[in-house]
């Protein structure tokens, strides 16, 4: 089981409507990880924590799972 490294929650697979979302948003420069740092790169997948607040990114079959690279789901779900 794959754990959020900041909270310990549980992770899951995003759903593919949520990644197309993100990478959308991704695309007009509208994504920051939590560090403040941009996301440039389309993701190939993405995990979310159980409590649907943040995202971890997958890209090239990598999953990023550091606190500092957490994506808050407000920014490209509309979300709280």
């Known amino acids: ?3 959020c490294p900041e909270s310990r929650q549980p992770l899951a697979l995003a759903d593919a409507s949520a990644v197309s979302a993100l990478n959308k948003a991704i695309s007009t420069g509208q994504v920051k990880n939590v560090a403040g740092e941009p996301i440039v ?3 190939d997948a993405a995990l ?3 409590d ?3 995202f971890y990114t997958v890209i090239g079959r990598i999953p990023r799972l ?3 690279e ?3 789901a407000s920014q490209f779900l509309g979300t709280s």
């Open 1 to 3: 089981m794959l754990l």
């Open 41 to 43: 790169e389309s993701v």
């Open 48 to 50: 979310i924590r159980e």
């Open 52 to 54: 649907g607040q943040v």
């Open 66 to 68: 550091t606190k500092e």
């Open 70 to 72: 957490g994506v808050a």
